[in-house]
């Protein structure tokens, strides 16, 4: 298996623009994460989906953010409007929750915001 | 609640030393627990986990954790560091019988020097 793929792998846009960051699980996953990553607050988790569903979005910074998991092979998470203080480094991770074992990194998106 | 506790933002070491990082938690509810090492621009890869049985766990480039119930921590060590083994390091728990919610440390900056 190719992993947790993401895309884009780096993404530069202007205040104001709609961004939209994508994450391909593992195949065979139920569960799926995405992270924010910054110096300031370190790993965030602001959401994940087991089966598709969206269980806790709680650490979605505002309604700007927004995630979708169409089905179990594809995940978005949309920001619009972008800020400058959205810049970070998202991580998308899926698991397998039969059992609680550990969460598979994609490579992460490193977004821009200018 | 959980919450996961890295004592240390940067450790500095010299090759082939020993090295601790520290990681406590604090939990109501019984709890597994992980290791993650981020390389610079690189996803999180896990380095060993603890879910049951055996309080010392072995796991990838030589890392080994305790897991210490009565203390509430799980730290991790080496004990001869390479150059290579320069990242970042972080603690990570899951609350059993939930989700596999993931919440992390802050990160340990583990760097190591000639």
């Known amino acids: 298996d190719a992993g947790v793929i993401q895309s884009p792998r780096h993404e530069v846009t202007e205040m104001g623009q709609e961004v939209t960051l994508r994450c391909k699980p593992i195949?065979?996953?139920?569960?799926l994460f995405w992270y924010r990553q910054t110096m300031m607050r370190g790993l965030e988790l602001l959401i994940y989906f087991n089966n598709n569903v969206p269980i806790d979005d709680s650490g979605m910074p505002e309604d700007r953010f927004s995630a979708k998991m169409p089905n179990a092979s594809f995940s978005t998470l949309k920001i619009q409007p972008s800020e400058p203080r959205d810049s970070a480094v998202y991580f998308c991770a899926s698991s397998l929750r039969t059992v609680n074992t550990e969460a598979f990194f994609g490579q992460g998106t490193r977004l821009t915001v200018v | 609640a959980q919450s996961v506790t890295q004592l240390d933002s940067q450790v500095p070491v010299f090759e082939e030393a020993p090295v601790e990082l520290r990681c406590n938690y604090s939990?109501?509810?019984?709890?597994?627990l992980f290791w993650y090492v981020q390389y610079p621009n690189q996803g999180l890869q896990l380095l060993l986990k603890?879910?049951?049985?055996?309080?010392l766990v072995k796991g990838i480039n030589g890392f080994e954790a305790e897991f210490n119930k009565s203390q509430t921590s799980f730290h991790l060590r080496k004990p001869s560091v390479h150059i290579s083994d320069t990242a970042e390091y972080f603690c990570?728990?899951?609350?059993?019988?939930?989700?596999?919610?993931?919440?992390f440390g802050t990160g340990t900056r583990l760097q190591v020097t000639l």
């Open positions: 939990s109501s509810v019984s709890v597994y």
């Open positions: 990570a728990v899951i609350l059993t019988g939930t989700a596999s919610k993931l919440t």
């Open positions: 603890y879910l049951s049985g055996s309080t």
């Open positions: 195949s065979g996953h139920n569960s």
